[in-house]
């Protein structure tokens, strides 16, 4: 199944759940949480022990894997990916076994994350995932060093994008290549609304090449009318264990003195996805 670029409709999350790329997922991250349960215990309290237990990430982590594979099926040889924003998950654990010859590097800003990957790769049958406490508006990775970077979930919680694409670009070899998913503010009310969204692409459109087919600003268009796109509001009526907010109340009263008005601790989501090249660099 080939997983399309932009904002997924419930159709496709639910064809995708239903097809084999999926089960892939599922197996190796059930295997992976079985053997590695104890590590993963405190990173699992505060952002979800099961991350395919997630609303958007059943789709993003399938895409993003599916982008890196497809590029390192195009190529040969050894192969470096950057997990920017990594947490602790089976994702890039996932890639290094599809792809013997890869190497992954997995940069955070969390250093309790250190402890949690030594126990991991105590139990892993190879070297070739390694965590590095960095910023990503700083990574301490020379220019390109780097075949892809998969940025899940990140550029939306952090202040200074600009500067973490600069960094991308600077990390990547020409011609590799950048997977980004991002939330959408369907309502407006947190990140990204619209003119966020719109500002971001801009400036990723400025640094990297999407492909020809694909127009990044046309797909945007519709958050506007979001009816058959994978969305939390969907999610709540019908799955509502995947989302994330375990104490809505709280969360809601927070929103509040933020000045929010009253969310009952919900959001209303979407969730963008692409892939994009590194640009040839200047002579």
């Given amino acids: 199944m080939k997983l399309r670029a932009g904002i ?17 997922h599922v197996a190796f991250n059930q295997a992976f949480l079985r053997t590695h349960g104890s590590a993963l215990r405190k990173y699992g309290r505060h952002w979800g022990r099961d991350p395919l237990r997630l609303w958007s990430r059943r789709w993003e982590y399938p895409f993003a894997a599916q982008q890196v594979l497809d590029l390192a099926a195009r190529a040969s040889g050894r192969m470096t990916i950057l997990d920017a924003g990594s947490g602790v998950t089976y994702f890039p654990y996932f890639l290094c076994d599809r792809l013997p010859e890869a190497r992954a590097v997995c940069v955070d ?8 990957f030594r126990r991991i790769n105590r139990n892993v049958p190879h070297d070739r995932v390694r965590f590095v406490e960095a ?25 200074a994008y600009e500067r973490i694409l600069d960094e991308f670009a600077r990390v990547l070899r020409p011609g590799g290549l950048l997977v980004l998913t991002f939330d959408l503010s369907l309502d407006g009310r947190f990140e990204l609304a619209y003119p966020q969204a719109r500002e971001l692409l801009g ?4 640094r990297f090449r999407a492909p020809a087919d694909f127009d990044p600003l046309a797909e945007l268009q519709l958050m506007k009318t979001p009816a058959g796109l994978l969305s939390t509001d969907h999610v709540r009526r019908t799955e509502p264990e995947l989302l994330p907010w375990r104490y809505p109340m709280l969360k809601g009263l927070h929103d509040l003195l933020l000045g929010k008005g009253w969310t009952g601790g919900f959001r209303s989501k979407s969730i963008y996805c692409m892939a994009v090249d590194a640009m040839e660099r200047a002579s």
């Fill in 135 to 159: 910023s990503l508006q700083d990574l301490p990775l020379e220019a390109d060093s780097v075949d892809a970077i998969c940025c899940i979930s990140v550029l939306e919680h952090t202040s």
């Fill in 203 to 206: 400036a990723i459109g400025r």
């Fill in 8 to 24: 997924p409709t419930i159709q496709e999350v639910e064809a995708l759940t239903r097809d084999k790329l999926f089960e892939q």
């Fill in 109 to 116: 800003n969390d250093r309790s994350y250190h402890r949690q």
